[in-house]
């Protein structure tokens, strides 16, 4: 079991971060999600305002859409306080596989 928000990048490939809209993501695990790590997520970023979290939720692009591995939560509570955009991280080069192992 990989630690939360680890993401195994292989030698060569780059991690690169950026904003997306909120619309573009889709989470990958849809299993039940505890209510109490959702508020506390919630409330992380109602305290840190238009401020964003390091390192933020990752995961890896499907076309024009986001595809989340670790984060929903923070995804969930950033869809409850009406935001339009969020952090990300993601794998460029010979890593997508790497990552793709991770949400199995």
Same mark, same amino acid.
């Given at each position: 079991?990989?630690?939360?928000?680890?993401?195994?990048?292989?030698?060569?490939?780059?991690?690169?971060?950026?904003?997306?809209?909120?619309?573009?993501?889709?989470?990958?695990?849809?299993?039940?999600?505890?209510?109490?790590?959702?508020?506390?997520?919630?409330?992380?970023?109602?305290?840190?305002?238009?401020?964003?979290?390091? #390192? #933020?939720? &990752?995961?890896?692009?499907?076309?024009?859409?986001?595809?989340?591995?670790?984060?929903?939560?923070?995804?969930?509570?950033?869809?409850?306080?009406?935001?339009?955009?969020?952090?990300?991280?993601?794998?460029?080069?010979?890593?997508?596989?790497? &990552?793709?192992?991770?949400?199995?």
């Amino acid at each position: 079991m990989i630690a939360d928000r680890a993401m195994v990048v292989p030698m060569g490939a780059t991690v690169r971060t950026g904003y997306v809209a909120l619309e573009q993501v889709r989470m990958l695990c849809r299993e039940r999600m505890a209510v109490g790590d959702v508020e506390a997520a919630y409330r992380r970023l109602l305290q840190m305002g238009t401020a964003s979290l390091f #390192p #933020p939720p &990752n995961g890896r692009w499907d076309g024009g859409s986001f595809e989340i591995i670790d984060g929903r939560h923070e995804f969930v509570a950033s869809l409850m306080l009406g935001k339009t955009h969020m952090l990300v991280a993601w794998i460029e080069g010979s890593a997508g596989d790497a &990552n793709a192992r991770q949400a199995d």
